[in-house]
Every structure is written in C-alpha cells, then in structure tokens.
C-alpha cells in the first residue's frame, strides 16, 4: 500500500493540523478545503498541495482516502457522513457532534459503509495520558478512589463573539465551557476511569454573553464505585490549568500543576517503573495509517467517541433539572 491520501477541510483549526499529516510516515496530503478560497490556497501552498472551496472536490478525488474533518462542532456529523458514504474514511475533531442522535446516525453510516470513523481526541495520544490510562487498566494505583476532569481557561466575549459567533450556541457548539474547552478531558476521564452510573451536573452563565454555560460542575458515580468530577469554566483571568486528577488507594496522578506528577504510597514506590504508553501512534493520523496499513485499532472509533457526549449530555440534562441525577 501506498502513502494514505488525505484531505483536510477547515482550516481554522485545519491549518494547524495538516502539519500532523504533512509529518506522519506512510501519510500525504493531497487537498486542504476552505470556503475561504484565498485562505485554502495559501495553505495549499505552503505545503504543495491542491486546495478546494467546497468538500465535494476533494470527495471526487481519488487520490484521497481519508478525510481529518475540523469545522465547527455542529457540522461534524453531517460532513462526516457526507465523506464516508462517497467511500473515504473520516477522522473528525472532537467532539463527535453535538447531540447524540447526530452520534448514532454517524455510527450507522459508519457500519453500513464499513469504512473507518476516527474522533480527534488528541489528548489521548499524549505520554502521560498513555502512561495514565496504562496504570488504570493494569490495576497500578489499586482500588479507584477518584477521577476529576478540570479547566480554568480565559476566552473574551470577543473569541464568542468571532467566526459567526458559533462558540457558545446549543446548535453548533453544543454547549459552553464543558462542551467546547472541557472536553478533551471529559474524554479522557471517562476513558481510563470507565462507565458512568450516574451525574449530577450544575452549569451558569457568568461572565459572556453566551446562551450556553461559561463555569459547569458536574458530580460523577462510576460504575466502579470511585467518585468523579468535571470542572470547566472560560471565566479565569487567564489561561491556568487544565488536566486531570485521579488516584486509587496506592496511588495517584495529577496534571494540574506546571508538571505532571505521579504518587504512589511507599511499598507501590516500584510500579512507577512500570508506566508505558498503550499505542505507538502519536496522533489520529499516524493512528489511522497505522489502521489502514496494519489492522491496528482506532484509539478512539465511532463507539468511543459517543461515550463523551453521552456523558456530557447527562451532565446538561440533571443541570436543567437543578442538579437532580441522570443515570446513563
């Protein structure tokens, strides 16, 4: 097999990830698509590919085999589906989409095409988050205790307010702070402490001029029995933190801080030796040559992508009812 041909369409983000497919082995990019043309074709330019206005071009193109979707949150299932059932694969940035009806019908598509749907959840592919979900799966820091899922970032009315104002709409972002900011960790919380029980969720609005949330809280029961939280909020002065907090009865990690930090009760001090990373792909598109190529398992494919909007849909659901406790 060939080099993987792939297009990426949306360049706000776009243009800082078609570096990824520029640099990843066994990858070539054949288009960048934009509705921008003067934008699409500077970028085309910069990395000496073909560039398109509208996502039909790069469909009809045979060269291209797999389509690195990032546009706004709300149009990810339709574009999605669109590519996979004119034959390409799909990776599409996080999240999935903005409701779960969206999700499923992006799963069906998926099954009935029988190509590959990849979600972006790039914090899932970062070396500790590796080590992370390695030492929760392998038992490391014993009996799980708690899980929590934190962001205090800044975003001025202005970053709402750009791009159409899209960021901070139910219909095209899906929420607020949670939805947007959050979810990267959301996922990756979720991920490596595993099914959800139950949440009970609380979100407000205090400082933009949004119709979503700019600070949400949300309570989590695992269905391990550990306890879990999840705190995103756009309303500190300046970008501080973001990262998880997790531990069990023999240890622990915590990424909130300038460095992350694992901790591990005296007589477990060795099992920080036995941290590895789970995949070799650094990235979802080395993650899908890797698939194309070699069989490898999508990180995070259809079924697992879903699992953060499920969750945080719960999470906006017990909101409205005043925190009272959705079950998933």
Known sequence: MGDIGFSVVGL????????????????????????????AEQIAGEHGCKSATNL????????????????PSGTHGDLSIQALEAGKHVITTKPMDVTLAKCDEMIAAQRKTGKLLSVDFEERYSETNQKLKFAMDHGLFGTPVLGEARLKWYRSQAYYDAGGGWRGTWNMDGG??????????????????????????????????????????AMIEFASGAFGGILGTTTFPLDCFAGLQVHGAEGGYISTRPEPKWFFIEECADRKEQLQRTTEARNSVENMVSAL??????????????????????????????GKPVSL
Not at 192 to 213: K, L, S
């Open 12 to 39: 706000g983000m776009g243009k800082v990830r078609a570096p990824e497919v520029v640099q990843a082995e066994g990858a070539r990019l054949v288009s960048v698509v934009d509705m921008n043309a003067e934008l």
């Open 56 to 71: 039909e071009e790069a469909l009809a193109d045979p060269a291209v085999d797999v389509v690195f979707i990032l546009t």
């Open 176 to 217: 607020g702070s949670l939805a947007n900011q959050s979810i990267h960790w959301i996922d990756v919380l979720q991920w490596v402490m595993g099914p959800v029980n139950r949440v009970w969720g609380r979100t407000r609005v205090m400082a933009h001029d949004i119709e979503t949330e700019d600070i949400g809280q």
């Open 293 to 322: 190529r070699d069989g490898t398992p999508l990180l995070c494919d259809a079924e697992e992508g879903r699992k953060s909007i499920e969750l945080l849909t719960a999470v906006y659901e017990s909101a409205r009812q005043d």
